[in-house]
């Protein structure tokens, strides 16, 4: 089909989208039938989802496909794939980049999964249940779809839009969006949404993150027949003190409040335990834990690592054990979106025209690409309507969420 300038109907664009609910739902259930799991977790990366990404926008007559590969020796490809498409519009110069992952986390408790099974997806109550299907697969059908409606239509954009699947968002980036950054594909002038958070009725747009930390937490004693423990040191028991100890003294010393948080304070939670030994009756020499922090932007997170080492150095002297700290991440809050960034105002206009409702604009605790965003000074921000299933068994994605969000991405791209 010719591609033609004409003067956008947004309601012409709406009305298109409605018409690919089905699809959209159906590829939705596709892309959740292909997993990307991160080495991190002992998954073989986001190769087949990528393979099958390109596949559905050159379906779409999307041809204008750019592959960004980041080497990555831990997975069986050896590449951590990142795939940018672009659809051109009237102008080149502000382009709308909509930034989704294709990685997800792994199910987790697979007896927790009562609705569907993580990756055999089910639709039900306008629901689609499997692991990643909100996080973050909605938006990118979203995304896709948004685009999708310009070329079934044979309009072309005010702007150019450029659909960005990247890699390893949950493990950090480094392959995936820092990549990309580090490519210098994106410019200062360029609209950047990353619809990886939000609300259930998409009346929140975060241009704020809180710092992160993950923590690894060794605490080595001496093993011992369980019979005969003062012949050995438990480690576990140590293990157990100290994660206790710190969880206090964070939530003691970093206990400020900030409205602009969604969550308006600090959060610390110990989260992963590895398995210590395999019989019940041995004292375990050797005890791994970990803490995941969201931290407010006003605390020196060194700082904070510097005290949680003084605490272990204690706990060291009192128990004779060795405990080690090792900084598995660590993201500091990069200096939040301005209130007036283009991005943020078109946003804010394109929800109140499409959904008759004001938003709010403020702060959240997750990382995600966003911040990598505003680390170069593009400013960007999150969105999307969900009802925040992340990383939960049960997860689902909401269809109407999906096609609605779909309209506003269609909006922002069609925006005069
Ligand atoms: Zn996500």
Redesign the pocket.
């Known amino acids: 089909m010719e591609t033609v300038v004409i003067h956008l109907d947004i309601q012409t664009i709406f009305n298109e989208i409605e018409k690919l609910r089905d699809e959209m739902t159906q590829t939705l259930i596709d892309l959740i039938r292909t997993p990307a799991i991160g080495p991190e977790s002992d998954g073989e990366g986001e190769i087949w989802k990528s393979e099958k990404l390109v596949q559905i926008c050159k379906a779409i007559g999307l041809d204008e496909v750019q592959n960004y590969d980041a080497s990555d020796g831990r997975v069986p490809s050896e590449k951590r794939p990142n795939i940018v498409v672009f659809l051109r519009g009237e102008t080149d110069k502000e382009r709308l980049w909509i930034v989704t992952?294709m990685d997800i986390v792994p199910p987790g408790e697979d007896s927790l999964w009562t609705i569907a099974k993580p990756f055999n997806p089910i639709v039900k109550d306008g629901k689609v249940y499997g692991r990643g299907s909100e996080?973050?697969t909605q938006p990118m059908v979203s995304s896709i779809f948004a685009v999708k409606a310009f070329k079934n239509l044979g309009i072309k954009p005010k702007r150019t839009v450029a659909l960005c699947f990247v890699a390893d968002?949950e493990s950090g980036s480094k392959y995936g969006i820092q990549h990309l950054i580090g490519k210098g594909l994106f410019r200062k002038d360029d609209l950047v949404i990353v619809p990886?958070g939000g609300n259930s009725d998409g009346s929140f747009i975060e241009i704020a993150e809180k710092s992160s930390i993950w923590l690894k937490i060794d605490t080595i004693g001496k093993q011992a027949h369980a019979s005969r423990p003062s012949d050995g040191l438990n480690a576990h028991r140590v293990g157990m003190e100290f994660a206790l100890a710190l969880d206090k003294m964070l939530h003691e010393r970093y206990s400020d409040q900030d409205v602009l948080f969604d969550i308006p304070v600090s959060t610390f939670e110990p989260t992963k335990k590895d398995r210590n030994i395999d019989a019940i009756n041995i004292v375990p020499g050797e005890d791994t834990t970990y803490l995941d922090g969201r931290i407010l932007p006003r605390y020196d997170v060194d700082e904070m690592l510097k005290n949680a080492g003084s605490l272990a150095r204690e706990c060291e002297k009192k128990t004779g054990a060795k405990i080690r700290i090792e900084v598995v991440n660590k993201n500091i809050a990069a200096p939040p979106t301005d209130a007036r960034a283009k991005i943020v105002l078109m946003l804010k206009e394109a929800i109140k025209r499409t959904r008759e409702k004001d938003v709010r604009v403020g702060g959240i605790g997750g990382g995600?690409c966003a911040a990598f965003f505003r680390d170069a000074g593009i400013p960007a921000v999150v969105w999307a309507t969900m009802d925040e299933m992340?990383h939960q068994p049960n997860e689902y994605a909401k269809i109407d969420n999906m096609v609605n969000d779909a309209k506003v991405f269609a909006y922002l791209a069609g925006q005069r």
């Open positions: 992952h996080d973050n968002e990886d995600t992340a």
